[in-house]
Protein backbone atom coordinates (compact mmCIF):
# COMPACT_ATOMS: atom_id res chain seq x y z
CA UNK A 1 0.00 0.00 0.00
CA UNK A 2 2.61 2.72 1.28
CA UNK A 3 5.20 2.47 -1.73
CA UNK A 4 2.32 2.31 -4.45
CA UNK A 5 0.89 5.42 -2.61
CA UNK A 6 4.34 6.74 -2.69
CA UNK A 7 4.54 6.98 -6.25
CA UNK A 8 1.25 9.09 -6.37
CA UNK A 9 0.69 12.99 -6.72
CA UNK A 10 -0.37 14.04 -2.67
CA UNK A 11 -3.88 15.28 -2.87
CA UNK A 12 -3.72 18.54 -1.38
CA UNK A 13 -6.59 19.65 1.18
CA UNK A 14 -7.11 22.78 -1.17
CA UNK A 15 -6.26 24.20 -4.26
CA UNK A 16 -7.67 26.91 -5.76
CA UNK A 17 -9.48 26.77 -9.27
CA UNK A 18 -8.20 30.05 -11.39
CA UNK A 19 -8.78 29.94 -14.98
CA UNK A 20 -7.70 31.16 -18.37
CA UNK A 21 -10.69 34.13 -18.03
CA UNK A 22 -8.87 35.33 -14.58
CA UNK A 23 -5.51 35.14 -15.53
CA UNK A 24 -6.08 37.32 -18.47
CA UNK A 25 -8.23 40.09 -16.37
CA UNK A 26 -5.42 40.10 -14.03
CA UNK A 27 -2.94 40.78 -16.72
CA UNK A 28 -5.16 43.54 -18.61
CA UNK A 29 -5.34 45.22 -15.17
CA UNK A 30 -1.37 45.00 -14.77
CA UNK A 31 -1.21 46.34 -18.81
CA UNK A 32 -3.96 49.08 -17.82
CA UNK A 33 -1.27 51.50 -15.46
CA UNK A 34 -3.91 51.14 -13.10
CA UNK A 35 -3.67 47.94 -10.22
CA UNK A 36 -5.30 49.54 -6.93
CA UNK A 37 -8.63 50.34 -6.24
CA UNK A 38 -10.45 51.49 -9.12
CA UNK A 39 -13.14 50.21 -11.69
CA UNK A 40 -12.63 46.67 -11.75
CA UNK A 41 -13.26 46.74 -7.38
CA UNK A 42 -16.10 48.43 -7.90
CA UNK A 43 -17.50 46.34 -11.05
CA UNK A 44 -16.66 43.54 -8.87
CA UNK A 45 -18.89 44.96 -5.95
CA UNK A 46 -21.76 45.64 -8.16
CA UNK A 47 -22.13 42.09 -9.65
CA UNK A 48 -21.27 41.05 -6.25
CA UNK A 49 -24.33 42.98 -4.57
CA UNK A 50 -26.43 42.11 -7.33
CA UNK A 51 -25.68 38.29 -6.97
CA UNK A 52 -26.55 38.60 -2.95
CA UNK A 53 -29.84 40.89 -3.99
CA UNK A 54 -28.13 43.10 -1.23
CA UNK A 55 -28.14 47.20 -2.34
CA UNK A 56 -24.48 47.73 -1.12
CA UNK A 57 -21.24 45.80 -1.61
CA UNK A 58 -18.23 47.06 -0.18
CA UNK A 59 -14.66 45.37 -1.34
CA UNK A 60 -12.25 44.86 1.22
CA UNK A 61 -8.83 43.58 1.61
CA UNK A 62 -9.87 40.49 4.13
CA UNK A 63 -13.21 39.06 5.75
CA UNK A 64 -10.84 39.93 8.41
CA UNK A 65 -10.88 43.54 7.68
CA UNK A 66 -14.50 43.25 6.82
CA UNK A 67 -15.85 42.22 9.86
CA UNK A 68 -13.81 44.82 11.61
CA UNK A 69 -15.22 47.42 9.72
CA UNK A 70 -18.96 46.30 10.29
CA UNK A 71 -18.47 46.20 13.68
CA UNK A 72 -17.52 49.27 14.34
CA UNK A 73 -20.19 50.76 11.73
CA UNK A 74 -22.66 49.26 14.33
CA UNK A 75 -21.15 51.34 16.78
CA UNK A 76 -18.95 48.46 18.86
CA UNK A 77 -16.95 50.22 21.20
CA UNK A 78 -14.72 49.53 24.82
CA UNK A 79 -16.84 47.54 26.89
CA UNK A 80 -19.10 46.16 24.69
CA UNK A 81 -20.09 42.43 24.47
CA UNK A 82 -20.78 40.54 21.36
CA UNK A 83 -21.42 36.63 21.42
CA UNK A 84 -19.42 34.57 18.79
CA UNK A 85 -19.38 31.20 18.54
CA UNK A 86 -16.28 29.21 20.33
CA UNK A 87 -15.91 27.24 17.11
CA UNK A 88 -14.79 29.32 14.69
CA UNK A 89 -11.22 30.84 13.54
CA UNK A 90 -9.65 33.12 15.61
CA UNK A 91 -10.57 35.80 13.18
CA UNK A 92 -14.38 36.06 14.19
CA UNK A 93 -13.23 37.33 17.57
CA UNK A 94 -10.21 39.23 17.40
CA UNK A 95 -12.29 41.90 15.50
CA UNK A 96 -14.20 42.03 18.59
CA UNK A 97 -10.54 42.92 20.52
CA UNK A 98 -9.62 45.55 17.74
CA UNK A 99 -12.89 47.99 19.20
CA UNK A 100 -12.27 47.50 22.56
CA UNK A 101 -15.29 44.92 22.96
CA UNK A 102 -15.01 41.41 24.64
CA UNK A 103 -16.45 38.56 22.82
CA UNK A 104 -18.88 36.01 25.04
CA UNK A 105 -18.28 32.55 23.60
CA UNK A 106 -21.39 30.30 22.86
CA UNK A 107 -21.49 26.93 22.57
CA UNK A 108 -22.24 24.72 19.06
CA UNK A 109 -24.66 22.31 18.13
CA UNK A 110 -23.20 18.93 17.89
CA UNK A 111 -24.84 18.13 14.46
CA UNK A 112 -23.69 21.41 12.27
CA UNK A 113 -21.29 22.66 14.81
CA UNK A 114 -22.79 26.21 14.24
CA UNK A 115 -23.84 28.74 16.82
CA UNK A 116 -26.10 26.57 19.55
CA UNK A 117 -29.18 29.37 19.83
CA UNK A 118 -29.60 27.84 23.12
CA UNK A 119 -26.42 28.11 24.47
CA UNK A 120 -27.02 31.42 22.95
CA UNK A 121 -30.10 32.46 25.50
CA UNK A 122 -28.62 30.84 28.03
CA UNK A 123 -25.23 32.71 27.77
CA UNK A 124 -26.96 36.17 27.39
CA UNK A 125 -29.41 35.10 30.35
CA UNK A 126 -25.66 34.49 32.29
CA UNK A 127 -23.85 37.39 31.16
CA UNK A 128 -26.39 40.10 30.46
CA UNK A 129 -27.27 41.83 26.79
CA UNK A 130 -24.51 41.59 23.95
CA UNK A 131 -24.58 44.80 21.65
CA UNK A 132 -24.22 42.69 18.79
CA UNK A 133 -24.36 38.64 17.65
CA UNK A 134 -21.95 37.08 15.36
CA UNK A 135 -23.19 33.79 13.81
CA UNK A 136 -20.63 31.86 12.03
CA UNK A 137 -22.17 29.71 9.15
CA UNK A 138 -19.93 26.56 9.58
CA UNK A 139 -18.67 24.59 6.49
CA UNK A 140 -20.80 26.93 4.33
CA UNK A 141 -23.90 25.46 6.33
CA UNK A 142 -26.55 28.16 7.48
CA UNK A 143 -27.44 29.01 11.34
CA UNK A 144 -30.75 28.63 12.53
CA UNK A 145 -31.08 32.55 11.21
CA UNK A 146 -34.75 32.33 12.81
CA UNK A 147 -33.82 31.44 16.46
CA UNK A 148 -30.86 33.59 16.28
CA UNK A 149 -32.53 36.52 14.93
CA UNK A 150 -35.15 36.52 17.52
CA UNK A 151 -32.84 36.23 20.38
CA UNK A 152 -30.46 39.00 19.38
CA UNK A 153 -33.95 41.13 18.39
CA UNK A 154 -35.24 40.33 22.23
CA UNK A 155 -32.23 42.05 23.29
CA UNK A 156 -31.84 45.03 20.70
CA UNK A 157 -28.53 43.40 19.61
CA UNK A 158 -27.19 44.19 16.21
CA UNK A 159 -27.04 41.07 13.97
CA UNK A 160 -23.36 40.65 12.27
CA UNK A 161 -22.86 37.59 9.71
CA UNK A 162 -19.26 35.73 9.68
CA UNK A 163 -19.75 34.30 5.96
CA UNK A 164 -16.46 33.65 5.62
CA UNK A 165 -17.64 29.59 4.84
CA UNK A 166 -20.55 30.71 3.59
CA UNK A 167 -21.26 31.73 -0.30
CA UNK A 168 -23.22 30.90 -1.74
CA UNK A 169 -25.68 29.97 0.87
CA UNK A 170 -29.53 29.78 1.69
CA UNK A 171 -31.74 29.80 4.61
CA UNK A 172 -34.92 28.88 3.96
CA UNK A 173 -34.64 30.17 0.34
CA UNK A 174 -33.60 33.32 1.70
CA UNK A 175 -29.37 34.44 0.43
CA UNK A 176 -26.86 34.69 3.35
CA UNK A 177 -26.23 38.37 2.93
CA UNK A 178 -29.62 39.65 2.63
CA UNK A 179 -30.24 38.67 6.61
CA UNK A 180 -28.34 40.45 9.33
CA UNK A 181 -27.47 43.91 9.48
CA UNK A 182 -24.13 43.27 7.85
CA UNK A 183 -22.82 40.13 6.20
CA UNK A 184 -19.15 39.47 5.35
CA UNK A 185 -17.42 37.26 3.25
CA UNK A 186 -14.06 36.10 2.34
CA UNK A 187 -12.46 35.25 -0.68
CA UNK A 188 -9.10 34.19 1.25
CA UNK A 189 -7.17 31.24 -1.15
CA UNK A 190 -8.78 28.09 0.06
CA UNK A 191 -12.38 29.58 0.07
CA UNK A 192 -15.18 28.96 -2.00
CA UNK A 193 -14.12 31.66 -4.42
CA UNK A 194 -10.63 33.33 -4.12
CA UNK A 195 -8.70 36.41 -4.78
CA UNK A 196 -5.47 34.68 -2.61
CA UNK A 197 -6.54 38.03 -0.39
CA UNK A 198 -9.36 39.72 -0.27
CA UNK A 199 -13.55 39.62 1.07
CA UNK A 200 -16.83 41.74 0.62
CA UNK A 201 -19.10 43.24 3.20
CA UNK A 202 -22.91 43.73 2.37
CA UNK A 203 -25.63 45.38 3.66
CA UNK A 204 -29.05 46.81 3.01
CA UNK A 205 -28.87 49.86 5.46
CA UNK A 206 -26.94 53.03 3.75
CA UNK A 207 -25.21 54.47 7.11
CA UNK A 208 -23.60 51.04 7.45
CA UNK A 209 -21.90 51.21 3.99
CA UNK A 210 -21.09 54.92 4.38
CA UNK A 211 -19.29 54.20 7.39
CA UNK A 212 -17.29 51.08 5.68
CA UNK A 213 -16.80 53.17 2.65
CA UNK A 214 -15.05 55.72 4.58
CA UNK A 215 -13.34 53.92 7.24
CA UNK A 216 -11.52 51.28 4.86
CA UNK A 217 -9.86 53.77 3.19
CA UNK A 218 -7.69 56.04 6.07
CA UNK A 219 -11.24 58.11 6.89
CA UNK A 220 -11.33 59.72 3.96
CA UNK A 221 -14.55 61.15 3.13
CA UNK A 222 -15.82 61.24 -0.48
CA UNK A 223 -18.97 63.04 0.09
CA UNK A 224 -16.09 65.83 0.07
CA UNK A 225 -15.75 64.66 -3.43
CA UNK A 226 -19.75 64.45 -4.65
CA UNK A 227 -19.89 68.44 -3.09
CA UNK A 228 -17.14 69.85 -4.80
CA UNK A 229 -16.77 68.00 -8.12
CA UNK A 230 -16.75 70.59 -10.53
CA UNK A 231 -15.29 73.25 -7.72
CA UNK A 232 -12.94 72.03 -5.96
CA UNK A 233 -9.39 70.31 -7.18
CA UNK A 234 -8.27 66.52 -7.89
CA UNK A 235 -6.42 66.43 -5.30
CA UNK A 236 -8.60 68.21 -2.98
CA UNK A 237 -9.76 65.22 0.54
CA UNK A 238 -11.00 65.63 3.79
CA UNK A 239 -9.93 63.19 6.56
CA UNK A 240 -13.21 62.80 9.53
CA UNK A 241 -11.71 59.76 11.42
CA UNK A 242 -8.76 57.53 11.87
CA UNK A 243 -9.65 55.14 9.37
CA UNK A 244 -7.51 52.04 8.21
CA UNK A 245 -6.46 50.45 5.14
CA UNK A 246 -8.52 47.92 3.44
CA UNK A 247 -9.15 48.47 0.10
CA UNK A 248 -9.17 45.69 -2.01
CA UNK A 249 -6.67 46.05 -5.22
CA UNK A 250 -8.04 45.73 -9.12
CA UNK A 251 -5.62 43.14 -9.22
CA UNK A 252 -7.26 41.16 -6.55
CA UNK A 253 -10.67 42.01 -7.66
CA UNK A 254 -9.75 40.98 -11.94
CA UNK A 255 -9.82 37.40 -10.52
CA UNK A 256 -12.67 38.28 -8.11
CA UNK A 257 -15.15 39.37 -11.29
CA UNK A 258 -14.35 35.48 -12.84
CA UNK A 259 -14.73 33.82 -9.67
CA UNK A 260 -18.02 34.95 -8.95
CA UNK A 261 -19.55 33.66 -13.02
CA UNK A 262 -18.00 30.19 -11.89
CA UNK A 263 -19.49 30.06 -8.52
CA UNK A 264 -22.81 28.20 -9.21
CA UNK A 265 -20.76 25.52 -10.76
CA UNK A 266 -18.06 25.63 -8.14
CA UNK A 267 -21.18 24.84 -5.96
CA UNK A 268 -22.06 22.50 -7.69
CA UNK A 269 -19.33 20.31 -8.03
CA UNK A 270 -18.65 21.00 -4.12
CA UNK A 271 -22.32 19.46 -3.38
CA UNK A 272 -21.32 16.43 -6.01
CA UNK A 273 -17.77 15.44 -4.00
CA UNK A 274 -19.73 15.91 -0.82
CA UNK A 275 -22.61 12.96 -2.16
CA UNK A 276 -19.93 10.99 -3.18
CA UNK A 277 -18.04 11.02 0.18
CA UNK A 278 -21.51 10.51 1.68
CA UNK A 279 -22.20 8.00 0.05
CA UNK A 280 -18.84 5.92 0.70
CA UNK A 281 -18.38 6.45 4.18
CA UNK A 282 -22.13 5.22 4.99
CA UNK A 283 -20.72 2.32 6.45
CA UNK A 284 -17.77 3.37 8.01
CA UNK A 285 -17.46 4.18 11.67
CA UNK A 286 -17.99 7.71 10.39
CA UNK A 287 -20.40 10.69 11.50
CA UNK A 288 -20.95 12.21 7.95
CA UNK A 289 -21.63 16.33 7.64
CA UNK A 290 -25.70 16.64 9.00
CA UNK A 291 -27.48 18.83 6.71
CA UNK A 292 -30.25 21.07 8.24
CA UNK A 293 -32.57 22.05 5.42
CA UNK A 294 -31.51 19.57 2.53
CA UNK A 295 -33.61 22.53 -0.06
CA UNK A 296 -31.20 25.37 1.17
CA UNK A 297 -27.79 26.05 -0.71
CA UNK A 298 -24.98 24.75 0.99
CA UNK A 299 -21.85 26.02 -0.03
CA UNK A 300 -19.44 23.22 1.07
CA UNK A 301 -16.62 24.82 1.59
CA UNK A 302 -15.54 22.19 4.15
CA UNK A 303 -16.49 18.66 4.38
CA UNK A 304 -15.96 17.70 8.43
CA UNK A 305 -16.27 14.12 9.16
CA UNK A 306 -16.42 13.18 12.76
CA UNK A 307 -14.82 9.69 13.39
CA UNK A 308 -17.08 7.33 15.69
CA UNK A 309 -14.01 7.04 18.22
CA UNK A 310 -15.38 4.25 20.39
CA UNK A 311 -15.64 1.81 17.11
CA UNK A 312 -12.15 2.42 16.24
CA UNK A 313 -8.31 1.98 17.49
CA UNK A 314 -7.25 5.10 15.91
CA UNK A 315 -7.42 9.03 17.47
CA UNK A 316 -8.20 11.79 15.07
CA UNK A 317 -4.68 12.64 15.15
CA UNK A 318 -3.17 9.17 14.17
CA UNK A 319 -5.83 9.23 12.01
CA UNK A 320 -4.61 12.45 9.94
CA UNK A 321 -1.12 11.09 10.38
CA UNK A 322 -1.98 7.68 8.29
CA UNK A 323 -4.10 10.24 5.65
CA UNK A 324 -0.99 11.92 5.06
CA UNK A 325 0.85 8.84 4.83
CA UNK A 326 -1.28 7.25 2.46
CA UNK A 327 -0.82 11.20 0.41
CA UNK A 328 -3.94 12.95 1.40
CA UNK A 329 -3.82 16.25 3.37
CA UNK A 330 -6.54 16.48 5.67
CA UNK A 331 -7.16 19.80 8.24
CA UNK A 332 -8.95 20.70 11.45
CA UNK A 333 -11.54 23.12 11.32
CA UNK A 334 -11.30 24.16 14.35
CA UNK A 335 -9.47 24.25 17.11
CA UNK A 336 -11.82 25.93 19.19
CA UNK A 337 -11.06 29.46 20.80
CA UNK A 338 -11.00 28.40 24.27
CA UNK A 339 -7.88 25.87 23.70
CA UNK A 340 -5.73 29.01 22.74
CA UNK A 341 -3.70 30.35 25.38
CA UNK A 342 -4.72 34.18 24.41
CA UNK A 343 -8.46 33.50 24.69
CA UNK A 344 -8.38 30.79 27.30
CA UNK A 345 -6.16 33.12 29.75
CA UNK A 346 -7.50 36.32 28.99
CA UNK A 347 -11.27 35.23 29.35
CA UNK A 348 -10.55 32.11 31.88
CA UNK A 349 -12.22 29.45 29.79
CA UNK A 350 -12.50 26.15 30.49
CA UNK A 351 -13.81 22.95 27.99
CA UNK A 352 -16.26 22.69 30.67
CA UNK A 353 -17.93 25.71 30.13
CA UNK A 354 -17.80 24.58 25.92
CA UNK A 355 -19.08 20.46 26.38
CA UNK A 356 -20.14 20.02 22.65
CA UNK A 357 -17.18 22.06 21.24
CA UNK A 358 -14.89 20.41 23.89
CA UNK A 359 -16.04 16.17 22.65
CA UNK A 360 -16.66 17.04 18.98
CA UNK A 361 -12.93 18.85 18.75
CA UNK A 362 -11.26 15.44 19.53
CA UNK A 363 -12.93 13.83 16.39
CA UNK A 364 -13.53 16.29 13.55
CA UNK A 365 -11.89 15.93 10.18
CA UNK A 366 -11.84 18.07 7.15
CA UNK A 367 -11.52 15.97 4.01
CA UNK A 368 -10.51 17.59 0.45
CA UNK A 369 -13.52 18.95 -1.39
CA UNK A 370 -12.65 21.21 -3.84
CA UNK A 371 -13.32 22.12 -7.64
CA UNK A 372 -9.90 21.61 -8.83
CA UNK A 373 -10.14 17.86 -7.57
CA UNK A 374 -10.40 15.01 -10.20
CA UNK A 375 -12.55 12.24 -10.10
CA UNK A 376 -9.63 10.11 -9.37
CA UNK A 377 -8.38 11.93 -6.59
CA UNK A 378 -12.27 12.42 -5.14
CA UNK A 379 -11.77 8.34 -5.48
CA UNK A 380 -8.25 8.41 -3.85
CA UNK A 381 -9.41 10.15 -0.79
CA UNK A 382 -12.48 7.80 -0.82
CA UNK A 383 -9.84 4.66 -0.93
CA UNK A 384 -7.75 5.79 1.81
CA UNK A 385 -10.26 6.86 3.69
CA UNK A 386 -11.79 2.98 3.33
CA UNK A 387 -8.16 1.68 3.80
CA UNK A 388 -7.35 3.92 7.34
CA UNK A 389 -10.65 2.58 9.05
CA UNK A 390 -10.66 -1.24 8.24
CA UNK A 391 -6.84 -1.47 9.59
CA UNK A 392 -8.63 0.29 12.67
CA UNK A 393 -11.32 -1.39 13.61
C1 LIG B 1 -11.23 32.40 6.62
C2 LIG B 1 -12.08 32.86 7.76
C3 LIG B 1 -12.11 34.19 8.19
C4 LIG B 1 -11.13 35.22 7.72
O1 LIG B 1 -11.13 35.42 6.37
P1 LIG B 1 -9.94 36.29 5.72
O2 LIG B 1 -10.47 36.69 4.40
O3 LIG B 1 -8.75 35.37 5.64
O4 LIG B 1 -9.67 37.44 6.63
C5 LIG B 1 -13.03 34.58 9.14
N1 LIG B 1 -13.87 33.68 9.69
C6 LIG B 1 -13.86 32.38 9.34
C7 LIG B 1 -14.85 31.45 9.96
C8 LIG B 1 -12.95 31.93 8.38
O5 LIG B 1 -12.91 30.63 8.06
Not at 175 to 200: D, L, N, P, Q
Not at 210 to 224: A, C, K, N, P
Request: with cysteine; hydrophobic share 45%.
Amino acid sequence: MKSVSATLPFVHFARPSIGEDEIAEVVRCLRSGWITTGGIARRFETEFAARIGATHALAVNSATAGLHLALEASGIGPGDKVAVPVHTFTASAEVIRYLGADPVFVDVEADTLNLDPQSLERVIRKEGPVKAVMPVHFAGQACDMDAIARIAGSVGATLIEDAAHAFPTTFRGRTIGTIGRATVFSFYATKTIATGEGGMVVTDDAAIADRIRVMRLHGISRDVFDRYTSESPSWYYEVIAPGFKYNMTDVAAAIGVHQLKRADKFQSRRAKIAAAYDKAFAALPIEVPSVRRPDDLHAWHLYVIKLKLDQMRLTRNEFIARMSELGIGTSVHFIPLHLHPYWRDRYRLTPGDFPVASVQFERIVSLPIYPAMSDDEVARVIDSVKSVMSAAA
